[in-house]
């Protein structure tokens, strides 16, 4: 799914291992029962999920609650987070893909 040249997929986990390292490799080094459980891609779902605690969002359209859960957008990735607490990430090819599928998903709240 991913390679050696997704730079910013590896700079984001790099940047949250810097934040947190003890996190990254307890949560991160297998999947287990919990809210990570569902993710295809654990490193990056636990690095998602640490960036969300200390505001790493995007400005733009980063952060947003809606019926289902809440969203948080990191450039062309977005941590997804169910009203149970379930975090999955998804990655799209371009940053205005990621906008615009947050955007789609908020606007489907609001009607």
């Known amino acids: 799914m991913y390679s050696l ?8 986990i790099e940047h949250a291992e810097k ?10 080094s297998a999947a287990r ?6 993710a ?11 960036l969300t605690g200390v505001g790493g969002e995007d400005e733009s359209a980063g952060n947003v609650e809606f019926a289902d859960g809440h969203a948080a957008r990191f450039g062309r990735f977005i941590l997804w987070t169910d009203n149970y607490g379930f ?5 799209f090819e371009s940053v205005a893909a990621a906008e615009s599928r947050v955007a ?3 606007s489907d709240d609001e009607l």
Do not use: F, Q, W
């Not at 934040?19 to 991160?28: L, R, Y």
């Open 87 to 91: 975090k999955t990430a998804e990655s």
């Open 5 to 12: 040249d997704d730079k910013d997929r590896l700079e984001l």
């Open 40 to 50: 295809d891609d654990l490193a990056l779902v636990v690095a998602l999920d640490i």
């Open 104 to 106: 789609e998903v908020n």
């Open 33 to 38: 029962p919990g809210r990570y459980e569902g």
């Open 19 to 28: 934040i947190d390292p003890e996190a990254m490799a307890s949560e991160a």
